[in-house]
């Protein structure tokens, strides 16, 4: 009972800020004055504040922005050991160096190493942290830059990056995590730049109790739907998540903006209707997602949960098995990957939803930005499918769903499931699925989760499988780069191909996109497209150990 | 002179990301360090540290052999490193059907079979579980069909070690030492009661490896062994349990729990 209460209140939190904070996001991005802090970025960085961009030299601005930033995280992460706070550990080898620059700069956060005895305190404040709040804020602009062109009227331009850019990162992601931050210390979580304190046990032993900036990158972890956590254990780390209340916070703050985006999509086309009906396709999945999950936990299920007499091997006591299943399935609902509890050792269909949510191309509600313009292309194909129907030319938001725009809504749908599962067969044929930990149906699992997990940008593991060999961080870190900038650039070309039309009048044939027979038709497309290109790779992995 | 397109937008960003991180790697993380100096934050921000540790992270309360030291209250079992390492923080990440015990490592079924035992024994107590032999590793069986999958069993066998059951659907259980291609792994419930005594918690480890709580359930069932090696009554052990119990955040959030460290340290200073 408590369990459900702690989702309830979840979810009248999240509504309850769904107009103002969303209101706050619309006035941040698409205000007309800049301010002084904002001028003088504007002239450091040497851009025109006023200068609008079409759609390609916006991409090649996300683009170039988001090489320098892999380019500049993969050098420091290879000289920290010549730098200050690096607590004498070496530099990042090769591999892990550039799977992990890839992975905090696609907003995925993929950990394939070990934080408390690989990175030192400067690499995370400066390095990862800094990838926390700009992979968030890249991923929030280009969704705007998306609804931009849903709004605009046969013009050539989508914005201004550099302008989304610093707007999203100084007026909204910076100003929330100096509040977090202080509400987080306040908890228990430690801010120092130690470098550990060795204390004598109760029974004499020694241990090390580790320090570092937690508390500020804990912040930014959870609002930017990053997930990497400053230890390895992620937020199941007492330093990371002290107390039950702080588990709510985490989860609430990882979902907060997502679901507020609709919102602003809502306020930029000039119908707000439009946004509720968007928010009310990433609620019923989300809400469906995670009462199954709560549900199968609660169950417990499987062998070694029956002996136990309940699924708790991997959750924290002060958490319980409910709110540790809740915040399983809110960071996979969002690109998030944080983790307070260790999915590996899930039952095998409470195991099974995470992968499944993060199937569902991780839009309900999805990580910041990339949730909203994945959806919105769901959106797309839905109003097709429903043109087909009934043998009208589709349209939506009063643009023509035509040619071009139906081929570069196919061709995103079908990068990230490519990447999924040629990468899986790839690990079985090359033999490479050997690093996993557990055998059997739950070993395909692991390899599967992976190669999910890297594909929609979400980062969190089936934490058994070893992936720090140079195999595993290569193919990865090219399943994160391309799952993260393919979608994106085809989102941008689509983009420009929407602003450059002019609106259409609505008819009698056009079909109503804010109501819940829409509603229901985005659910249905969403789960119908993920069951017919996952089914089968789920029914060899989770659900042959479920059933068997 | 003038750069082309390509190059000045990277120059561009190039700046962008050094302004960015001077502004958000700097000076936001180091002025949350500077004010965790502040008296009443100072404490937290630097680790939650007392006498003997941290209040925040659990520890191990075993001998230099790893065998529990009976005036303790014990934690639960630790995937971090030895045990309760805070460099080396871990989860077991071993799944729902780990069942067969290999030469490299024991099955996650018959660790906790194992623990449930030898806690059984400790607090004097019945350790038996379901899907758990009386040796104390995990019941599986391996059953061979003449047809693999189907048909009449041919031939039984006991992965985890000596057969615990004489027959199996009417063929002898041969004793056996892991998993051999061919049969159907089977796990055997057996009669032990679906509520076991030792506690759930207690035989599993947790997320972090430093889970600092148990479950009061698991606290009430050493009292009696704590009072017995102090000396004490096993109401003021019971008080002293009730006092340390945080319940749930506003009543609904999480479970309530015991920190291990204060209590430990409770009993100690008497």
């Known amino acids: 009972m408590a369990g459900w209460l702690f989702v309830i209140t979840l979810v009248i939190a999240l509504v309850a800020v769904y107009r103002p904070f969303g209101d706050y996001l619309y006035r941040a991005i698409s205000g007309n004055r800049d301010l002084r802090g904002e001028r003088l970025i504007y002239r450091l960085v040497g851009v025109d504040a006023r200068a609008e961009q079409t759609w390609g030299v916006y991409a090649r ?13 993969y050098l420091f992460l290879r000289v920290q050991d010549k730098l200050w706070l690096s607590l004498g550990f070496s530099a990042v080898p090769t591999h ?9 700069v696609t907003n995925t956060n993929w950990q394939a190493y070990s934080g408390e005895s690989t990175m030192g305190h400067l690499v995370q404040m400066a390095g990862l942290a800094v990838q926390n709040f700009v992979s968030a804020a890249v991923g929030i602009a280009v969704a705007v830059a998306l609804v931009r062109g849903f709004a605009a009227r046969r013009t050539a331009t989508l914005g201004n990056f550099w302008v989304d850019l610093t707007r999203i990162t100084l007026r909204v992601l910076l100003p929330a995590c100096v509040l977090i931050t202080l509400v987080f210390m306040i908890a228990g979580m430690v801010q120092n730049l130690s470098g550990g304190t060795d204390v004598t046990t109760l029974t004499g032993a020694t241990q090390h109790i580790t320090g570092g900036p937690v508390a500020s990158q804990e912040a930014i972890k959870e609002l930017g739907t990053n997930g990497g956590g400053f230890y390895n254990v992620n937020s199941a780390h007492p330093f990371e998540n002290p107390t039950a209340w702080t588990n709510w916070l985490e989860i609430f703050l990882l979902l907060v903006i997502p679901f507020s985006l609709p919102r602003v999509f809502g306020r930029m086309v000039g119908q707000n209707r439009q946004g509720y009906a968007i928010v009310a396709v990433m609620a019923i999945l989300a809400i469906a997602s995670v009462a199954l999950t709560v549900g199968f936990e609660l169950h417990g299920a499987g062998t070694v949960p029956q002996a136990v007499g309940a699924a708790v091997e991997g959750k924290e006591v002060r958490f319980g098995v409910p709110d540790s299943a809740t915040f399983a399935a809110a960071t996979t609902l969002t690109s998030t990957g944080a983790v307070d509890s260790f999915h590996d050792s899930y039952t095998a269909l409470g195991g099974m939803m995470p992968i499944v949510d993060m199937m569902l191309g991780e839009v309900a509600p999805g990580g910041t930005g990339s949730g909203l313009y994945g959806l919105l292309v769901l959106a797309v194909i839905t109003v097709f499918v429903a043109g087909l129907m009934v043998g009208r030319t589709p349209e939506y938001l009063g643009k023509k769903i035509g040619a071009r725009e139906m081929k570069l809504a196919s061709l995103y749908f079908l990068v990230t499931p490519t990447l999924v599962l040629a990468g899986t067969a790839a690990a079985f044929a090359t033999g490479n699925n050997r690093t996993a930990l557990n055998v059997g149906p739950h070993g395909l699992s692991e390899v599967l989760y992976a190669f999910t997990s890297a594909g929609n940008n979400n980062g969190s593991a089936f934490a058994g499988i070893t992936v720090n060999t140079p195999w595993w961080d290569t193919a990865l870190g090219l399943v994160m780069l391309l799952g993260r900038f393919l979608p994106i650039v085809l989102v941008l070309a689509l983009a420009g191909s929407l602003a450059r039309q002019r609106p259409v009048p609505e008819s ?6 804010h109501q819940p027979l829409f ?19 789920l029914a060899l992995g989770p659900l042959a150990e479920g059933l068997s | 002179m003038r750069l082309p397109m390509w190059l000045s937008q990277h120059v561009a960003a190039l700046r962008a990301l050094l302004v960015l991180t001077v502004l958000l790697g700097l000076a936001y993380p180091l002025a949350f360090v500077a004010i965790g100096k502040l008296p009443g934050l100072s404490g937290k921000a630097g680790g939650s540290l007392v006498a003997h540790g941290s209040t925040l992270i659990g520890q191990a309360f075993t001998d230099s052999d790893g065998n529990p030291i009976p005036k303790y209250f014990q934690s639960r079992p630790s995937a971090a490193g030895k045990g309760y390492d805070p460099t080396a923080t871990s989860a077991s990440n071993l799944g729902p059907e780990d069942v067969v015990d290999t030469a490299d490592r024991k099955s996650l079924l018959t660790q906790v079979c194992a623990r449930s035992q030898a806690i059984g024994k400790l607090e004097g107590v019945d350790g038996s579980r379901p899907y758990c032999t009386a040796g104390g590793v995990g019941a599986v069986l391996e059953v061979f069909h003449r047809d693999g999958l189907t048909g009449p069993v041919t031939r039984v066998i006991s992965v985890n070690g000596p057969a615990f059951m004489p027959t199996y659907d009417g063929v002898t259980v041969e004793s056996g030492t892991g998993e051999i291609p061919g049969g159907v792994i089977t796990p055997i419930r057996g009669d032990a009661p679906a509520h076991p005594v030792v506690p759930s918690d207690a035989v599993t480890a947790g997320a972090s490896g430093l889970d600092p709580d148990i479950s009061p359930a698991y606290a009430e069932l050493q009292a009696p062994r704590i009072a017995r090696e102090r000396g004490i009554s096993e109401k003021s052990v019971q008080e002293l349990i009730e006092k340390y119990t945080v319940g749930r955040a506003l009543g609904f959030m999480g479970e309530p729990g015991v920190n291990v460290l204060e209590l430990n340290m409770a009993l100690d200073k008497g």
Not at chain 1, 61 to 73: D, E, G
Not at chain 1, 96 to 104: D, G, H, L
Not at chain 1, 519 to 536: E, K, S
């Open chain 1, 96 to 104: 892990i160096a550039w799977n992990t620059a890839v992975s905090f």
């Open chain 1, 519 to 537: 509603v229901g038709m985005v659910a249905g497309v969403t789960v119908v497209l993920v069951a017919l290109t996952f089914l089968p790779a």
């Open chain 1, 508 to 513: 009698e044939g056009t079909l109503p996109t």
């Open chain 1, 61 to 73: 601005s996300v683009l170039a922005f988001s090489a320098i930033s892999i380019l500049f995280l």
